[in-house]
């Protein structure tokens, strides 16, 4: 059973927000609420609102009403972005400076928390599928470089060529 809560154009920029709805994905609607409730941040306010109307809207719904509201998780919860305000600061000499007011969209979905299914797999046939599958040979690459026997030769005589220092003496 899930719900889903979408608030839009909050003003709070995304990437604040963000940090905040990764303190509580994945948690359950209480323990996110309490996390909230004391978390410093502007943030959370907004957050907190859009989980408590998740909430509301599952257990308001048709299917929702035989649901425990403490029994709900927060299975997903994203921070988009919304539309910028653009507006200007006057600065020296007549310039002007842009601000940009920006805003948020948060996307709620709870749900009543699944229990890990069994899940009956069936080993496939090994034999059928190789059977079924030839295997290619792998084509021998042919050799048509020769061996780089000249570049060895200079390297040898620039190895043997060392120039001679002369050490001054110093009485």
Same mark, same amino acid.
């Given at each position: 059973?899930?719900? +889903?809560?979408?608030?839009?154009?909050?003003?709070?920029? %995304?990437? @604040?927000?963000?940090?905040? =709805?990764?303190?509580?994905?994945? $948690?359950?609607?209480?323990?996110?609420?309490?996390?909230? /409730?004391?978390?410093?941040?502007?943030?959370?306010?907004?957050?907190?609102? =859009?989980?408590?109307?998740? &909430?509301?809207?599952?257990?308001?719904?048709?299917?929702?009403?035989?649901?425990?509201?403490?029994?709900? &998780?927060? @299975?997903?919860?994203?921070?988009?972005?919304?539309?910028?305000?653009?507006?200007?600061? *006057? +600065?020296?000499?007549?310039?002007?400076? %842009?601000?940009?007011?920006?805003?948020?969209?948060?996307?709620?979905?709870? #749900?009543?928390?699944?229990? %890990?299914?069994?899940?009956?797999?069936?080993? *496939?046939?090994?034999?059928?599928?190789?059977?079924?599958? *030839? &295997?290619?040979?792998? #084509?021998?690459?042919? #050799?048509?470089?020769? %061996?780089?026997? /000249?570049? $060895?030769?200079? =390297?040898?005589?620039?190895?043997? =060529?060392?120039?001679?220092? /002369?050490? /001054?003496?110093?009485?």
């Amino acid at each position: 059973m899930e719900a +889903r809560c979408l608030t839009r154009f909050v003003r709070i920029a %995304p990437r @604040k927000m963000r940090l905040v =709805a990764d303190l509580v994905r994945g $948690k359950s609607v209480n323990d996110a609420l309490g996390l909230l /409730k004391f978390t410093p941040r502007a943030g959370a306010t907004p957050i907190a609102k =859009a989980i408590q109307s998740a &909430v509301a809207n599952l257990v308001n719904s048709d299917k929702g009403r035989d649901v425990n509201p403490d029994s709900l &998780v927060i @299975k997903l919860i994203f921070v988009d972005e919304g539309p910028t305000y653009k507006r200007f600061m *006057p +600065r020296a000499m007549g310039r002007a400076t %842009p601000i940009r007011k920006r805003t948020s969209h948060i996307a709620v979905v709870i #749900s009543t928390p699944e229990a %890990p299914e069994e899940a009956e797999t069936e080993m *496939p046939d090994v034999e059928s599928e190789t059977a079924a599958a *030839p &295997v290619k040979e792998k #084509s021998k690459v042919k #050799s048509t470089a020769k %061996p780089k026997a /000249k570049a $060895k030769a200079k =390297a040898d005589e620039h190895a043997g =060529a060392k120039r001679s220092v /002369k050490k /001054k003496k110093t009485e």
